[in-house]
T-cell receptor
């Protein structure tokens, strides 16, 4: 059964720092991997989707990488801002199942 | 494109009553819809998978008689929480999988906050 783990569970950084969030999954047979952002009490915002054939995807200050064979993905946030404070969720997409989520990393960026 | 709506966005109900949550795919047909539940500071946990025109498949530990799911059309699924109790208070999020995709992707609704008093 697929399991998705995110490390760290929480992270506090000062504004301007670059940071990396980690996601690992146990079964490499995935279609794609997706990173989401969730603000408190709100729904999900899709940030980046990496297909299984891709190694990385970039959107603005965000860069997500995928190493399918080792079951790992990272989300790199450059020059963090207080507005980046949120919970970041990693989810994998497999055949025949719904997206399977990790428990998330709660990020706090202080000004 | 690929917009999913949920209604209501929040609801407060008394213990013992039933509450219905609607999930609609606005600009695509969804043969499969998913219902997730999220408790405070927890991740999303899949409750059930519903396919249009057939019975929903529930995850282990989810009571099918308590959480009634109906997927009557390719654009609408409903979740009814029956005889709600305070422990059912949670954030419920639906997701729809696009019918057209060879590699299926899920699109999420904005969620429904349920508070049972």
């Amino acid at each position: 059964k697929q399991e998705v783990t995110q490390i760290p569970a929480a992270l506090s950084v000062p504004e301007g720092e670059n940071l990396v969030l980690n996601c690992s999954f146990t079964d490499s047979a995935i279609y794609n991997l997706q990173w989401f952002r969730q603000d408190p009490g709100k729904g999900l915002t899709s940030l980046l989707l990496i297909q299984s054939s891709q190694r990385e995807q970039t959107s603005g200050r965000l860069n997500a990488s995928l190493d399918k064979s080792s079951g790992r993905s990272t989300l790199y946030i450059a020059a963090s801002q207080p507005g980046d404070s949120a919970t970041y969720l990693c989810a994998v997409n497999q055949a025949g199942t719904a997206l399977i989520f990790g428990k998330g990393t709660t990020l706090s960026v202080s000004s | 494109g690929a917009v999913v709506s949920q209604h209501p966005s929040w609801v407060i109900c008394k213990s013992g009553t039933s509450v219905k949550i609607e999930c609609r795919s606005l600009d695509f047909q969804a043969t499969t819809m998913f219902w997730y539940r999220q408790f405070p500071k927890q991740s999303l946990m899949l409750m059930a998978t519903s396919n249009e025109g057939s019975k929903a498949t529930y995850e282990q530990g989810v009571e099918k008689d308590k959480f009634l799911i109906n997927h009557a059309s390719l654009t609408l699924s409903t979740l009814t929480v029956t005889s709600a109790h305070p422990e059912d208070s949670s954030f419920y999020i639906c997701s729809a999988r696009a019918h057209r995709d060879r590699v299926p992707e899920q699109y999420f609704g904005p969620g429904t906050r349920l508070t049972v008093t």
